[in-house]
């Protein structure tokens, strides 16, 4: 639509995101129906911060990572090479 490729649409949209006003989000929200949303709440924010202390990876990624571990889950499918630092998950990566 814009002429990006889809490996530059992040760039893109992050210097140009007025755009996305002009982009119906719609459909893609729709996407958000067949995830189980995961509650962070004080104990995933406690353990978050102990996580972060002990490999040294940022509060998002230590979020995710307390979520997880409330949620018994073990593995994950990310490009984040942050994860691989974390020894209780198993991450596989494209």
């Not at 002429?3 to 760039?11: D, E, F, K, S, Y």
């Not at 995933?44 to 972060?52: D, P, S, V």
Request: proline share 6%; glycine share 8%.
């Amino acid at each position: 639509m814009y002429g990006t490729r889809p490996g530059q649409v992040a760039l893109f949209v992050k210097c140009h995101p007025e755009i996305l006003g002009d982009i119906s989000l719609d459909r893609p929200g729709e996407l958000f129906d067949i995830f189980n949303i995961m509650p962070i709440g004080r104990p995933e924010t406690i353990e978050a911060l102990q996580i972060m202390g002990k490999y040294g990876i940022l509060v998002n990624d230590a979020l995710n990572v307390a979520a997880m571990k409330a949620n018994r889950i073990f593995t994950a499918a990310t490009n984040d090479r942050d994860f691989e630092r974390v020894k209780e998950i198993k991450i596989w990566a494209p």
